[in-house]
């Protein structure tokens, strides 16, 4: 199986195209993350250690006044802009903890107005007020860099490893069609269960191979020169996630981002190897394996309104794979009366269907007419 | 009972064989029984002959009927039926980008070939079939015939028990086609080799037994010798000048003609004598196929 996964793999990257959208890509992040480095200077934002903990009133109070007292107009010194930085951090956290007790009380109002405590209602919005109420006060912290580690998936990242699979993998079985391989291949030993096993661990290594490099390369410059400190920060610091209800660090939420984008990347991969076990020509292969990612892009494109999108949009693979939409907010659904946490039950559905998924593979090649 | 390599076995059944597309029935409780020696499959187009290969070869399944290994239904262990077999499509499938060696290994891989034997077979197969000095060349670089030959290989790889080749010689100039006959008869002493090909001339030394096959059924299956008798007496043969020649041609199942220059030389097939000029001559395989699909042909 080893010998035939690495001839699978050898087959995948023997294509020019993905070394050319592979160089295409790491010289686009590349600018990415000059750009990002050109504007902001992130050593200007880190926080001094004897602040580098959570919000109180005490030092709301003490910093903020020491701090206007030095505000000059004009041209700033680093110093001075390390100051104003600091200041917003600390601005920014007594408003983001101000935030919080007002969504936990106005959970905790409703929860009370509940009468009948067996109702999903009841049950969803205890679950809900338990979570925020285990949120620690959000931290003086600024999120400049780390902003971009942990945003990188949800935008260029998913981007560029969707079409590096697309471009890698779409074609992996419809290929054999074409070339007339498909006779020889099945009528060999190993033809029929294991080249396509040894098709489905090639995709995956291919994908994991990819998510890795985008991940690794976006992630190392960043890390290496932001301060540790904001790998225990809360994940409610960075701006996009401020109502998430999950108790996870930045570190941790980075861990969980990865494996849910690599998880879902991976899900993507075997489904596009299904349509190529599907297609007989190469372009419809592309084509239907390009729309499974980009249709709910564009129906997101076109149905946004305030943060609510549509069921369809909730369920697609491209949520899972950006893997941010599935933490930002308190999310769940009702399954026989109780509350279900979004990632977990979509996350599950997936799992669920990716034996289907599997066994569709194995019919289709195997029982596709050869020519 | 377990299909295994090495062990020696000698019957190939084919019982009662349908295979149904959506308009069309391919294969028609199609029965035949084999043994070690090489088989012709002649028929027109159409008649069945690449899908009871494909169905030999598990390529696809059939709708009705079974095959039999010394009496074991195969499907009870396709993947070991699969490891004895060889087999040669007729559109054959590369991979263009692939040298010749890369190509075979992963072809023998494929196939389960112990990697620390597949190498010695691949050089070795090279050597039989002219191909070393090709090895490491592209394989889009190479001619339909280069290309034949190593579709040959490919299904010599696991050093199969059975072969079953869907017209082997299509792309072979006739130098390449005699060593493909010399081949085949050297290998056939412990094999089950079924051909299937339009040109009788190539099976018709070799051939153990002739299975004629028209839509999707099978007319005859016999030794070259044998099959002959139905047109034994039947084969006449003449020199005319062209103008009978048209009208001999509408009576007629002309089976050759042949321009002389100056006169043609025609075969007739005829219960009867068709003219004095005309004289009883030896019945071969052309004539046989014209007897049976000529009418169909035109």
Redo the contacts between chains.
Sequence with gaps: ML??TK?ELG?IF?KKIIYMALFLFLILSSINIYNSFQIYDYDLYSIPKDLQKPITENIFENKIKNINEGYIYGELTDSEKKSVNLYTAISDAKNNYDSLIIEKNSILEQLNTITNKSTFNYRNTKLQYEMFNKIPRPYIFNEQGWYEVVNYINQNGMLYVCILIILGISTAITS?YS???????????????Q?ITAKIYASIIYTVIISLIFSAFNSIPYLMSLDNYGYNVPIQNIYDFIHSPYLLTIGQYLVVQFLVHLAGAIIFSLIVLLVSALCRSMLTSIFLSSSIWALPLVIEQYTYVEDKTPGIIDFSLTNIIKAAPLFRTYKTYNILGYPVLYPYLVIGIYIILVPVILYLVYYFFKNK??? | MKIQRGVYFLELKIEGITKNYKNNTALDNFYCQLNSGIYGLVGPNGAGKTTLLRILATIIKPTKGRILIDGEDITLNEEDYRSIIGYLPQKLGFYRDYTVTRFLTYISNLKGVDKNLSKDKINNLLRLLNLSEYKDKKIKTLSEGIKQRIGIAQALLNNPRILIFDEPTLNLDPKERINFKNLISRLSSDKIIIISTHIISDIECLSKEIILIKKGEKIIQDTPMEILKPIENKVWEATIDEKSLLELQNNYLVTDIKNNGTDIRIRIISDTKPDVDFYLTNPVLDDLYMYYFGKEND
């Design positions: 010998v035939l001839c087959k023997q054999e070339t007339y391989m498909d006779s020889i291949i099945k009528s060999s030993k190993k033809g029929k269960k080249f007419h050869v020519q």
